[in-house]
């Protein structure tokens, strides 16, 4: 079955550490996005892609940082310069077509110790 | 700016119906959509509308009206499960991406 896979599901981090959350998606999607989520609060945008090799900003990418070597991957990275890391980060993937919208994977919930 | 606004919180009992309000001010438009988040988890698509109307799918029916920046979402017969959060989104361009809304908590009372 296709789908995006995300890992770890927990994850736990010291300060001052840099962090990578994979991203996997064999649902052939050209475009793949990265969220993050705080409590009570909307999706905000990180980072998007929507063709290997080439990434873009989104709304909060500073402390962030993201590569697309693949298709089907998209890790993400959290830098220790992002200054309040803990969250849960969901990445999620869409095909040109607005009816199809996007598909999101199980999500990342970051804590930092 | 683009803006989605949704109510925060609604409070609704089982069994009962309930409709969640979404105005949206984007620079285009090209579709709406809704999503339910379950705590802690993805959010899944419910539903998407592009023209004017309603569009029903067994217990939940999505409403637009693209010249008032409006939609709906309508629960019906409403389960302990339906308690989540929902979230409108609004793609205004031709590169589909999506401008999400707060979301609105559903909590459901026996």
């Known amino acids: 079955d296709g789908g995006i896979t995300q890992s770890p599901k927990y994850l736990f981090r010291k300060e001052g550490q840099n962090v990578t959350l994979s991203c996997e998606q064999n649902l052939n999607h050209d475009a793949m996005y990265w969220y993050r989520q705080d409590p009570g609060q909307g999706l905000r945008l990180i980072y998007y892609s929507q063709i290997v090799n080439d990434f873009q900003k989104g709304d909060i990418a500073e402390g962030y940082s993201v590569s697309r070597e693949k298709k089907e991957s998209f890790p993400l990275t959290v830098t220790s310069a992002q200054k309040n890391p803990t969250a849960f980060y969901l990445c999620?993937?869409?095909?040109?077509?607005?009816?199809?919208?996007?598909?999101f994977g199980s999500g990342t919930r970051l804590t930092v110790v | 700016g683009q803006n989605i606004d949704q109510p925060t919180e609604m409070t609704a009992t089982e069994g009962a119906i309930v409709q969640i309000n979404c105005t949206y001010q984007?620079?285009?438009?090209?579709?709406l959509f809704w999503y339910q988040q379950h705590a802690g988890e993805a959010p899944t698509f419910l539903s998407y509308?592009?023209l004017d109307g309603l569009e029903e799918k067994g217990r939940f029916s999505s409403f637009l009206s693209r010249s008032k920046g409006y939609s709906y979402l309508l629960l019906k017969e409403l389960q302990m499960k339906d308690s989540a959060s929902y979230l409108c989104a609004v793609t205004p361009g031709s590169n589909y991406q999506l401008i999400w809304g707060a979301g609105t908590k559903l909590i459901i009372k026996p």
């Open positions: 999620a993937s869409s095909v040109p077509g607005a009816s199809y919208g996007y598909t």
């Open positions: 509308n592009v």
């Open positions: 984007t620079s285009g438009f090209n579709g």
